[in-house]
């Protein structure tokens, strides 16, 4: 069974810094993409950052480049996503999701697998 766990939310100050934490089981681990999405109320999911374990490239949003990167540990089966100069905006719920194909994450938005959330709360 395919599981993500994701850990690390909680409540910051504007420019303030977090990182989550997201522990993948059931997959391979380095056949997988693995991304970041967020959903802040009343919008749209955003896929904000992926990457690829084979070759290590990472792909991110505008609105988080240069002040979130996306990262792996491949001994513990866990891709980070380690948030800096965090702003008001960036408050939403953060998901961590996988597929076998990055395109699915990167282009489509529709992984298959996808973890419980977690909330990220950046106060002004």
């Known amino acids: 069974e395919v599981q993500l766990v994701e850990s690390g939310g909680g409540s910051v100050q504007s420019g303030g810094s977090l990182t989550l934490s997201c522990v993948a089981s059931g997959f391979t681990f380095s056949n997988y993409g693995l991304g970041w999405f967020r959903q802040a109320p009343g919008k749209e999911r955003e896929g904000i950052a992926a990457i690829w374990p084979r070759d290590g490239d990472s792909y991110y949003a505008d609105s988080v480049k240069g002040r979130f990167t996306i990262s792996l540990d491949t001994a513990k089966n866990t891709v980070y996503l380690h948030m800096n100069q965090l702003k008001p905006e960036d408050t939403a719920v953060y998901y961590c999701?996988?597929?076998?194909?990055?395109?699915?994450?990167?282009?489509?938005?529709?992984?298959?697998?996808w973890g419980q959330g977690t909330q990220v709360t950046v106060s002004s």
């Open positions: 999701a996988a597929d076998p194909t990055l395109a699915k994450i990167w282009l489509d938005n529709s992984p298959r697998y």
